[in-house]
């Protein structure tokens, strides 16, 4: 009779972490949960089984599938995302326009890139406002930019 009250109690908690886990989601009791419900109702049909050393091995089988199972299961429901806020050092390559002239050793210039407006300085020479500018480093919050040169195609 104890093997068939160790089976339920599997069951019973096992019932409970997955309630946990809808509660909580992305805890990862699922795994351990599924485990101990498989693990319960082969109790519950077989009651001295659970007392020799297929159950523990039994569990492992059923614990390596239930976790690749369950990564999945979360990578579907929530895919990564990249970072939604923008740093100066992916700005590196983008091309903008400048806002406000930009000069070398200034930061009151001002580039806008994409739908954002930066602090900029420049390279090398002072750019007027509304030429193309392509981002070549950062520091901190603002970026330094330079003049973008536009190839031409040849004609012949």
Known sequence: MAAVELALAFVIIGILMLLAEAASPGSFIIV??????????????YPD???????????????VPM?????KLYQNLAPPAPPETTVATSLVGLTGVVVTEVSP???????????????????????????????????GVHVRVEELVEERPKTA
Do not use: Q, Y
């Open 67 to 71: 976790t690749l199972v369950t990564i």
């Open 49 to 63: 089984w659970l007392f020799t050393w297929w159950a523990p091995m039994a569990a492992v089988v059923i614990l």
């Open 32 to 45: 351990p949960a599924s485990v101990l419900i498989v693990l319960g109702g082969v109790g519950l049909l």
């Open 105 to 139: 050793d200034n930061l009151r210039g001002k580039v806008r890139i994409a739908h954002d407006s930066w602090s900029a300085t420049s390279a090398s020479k002072t750019i007027p406002a509304g030429t193309k500018v392509v981002v070549v480093g950062s520091e």
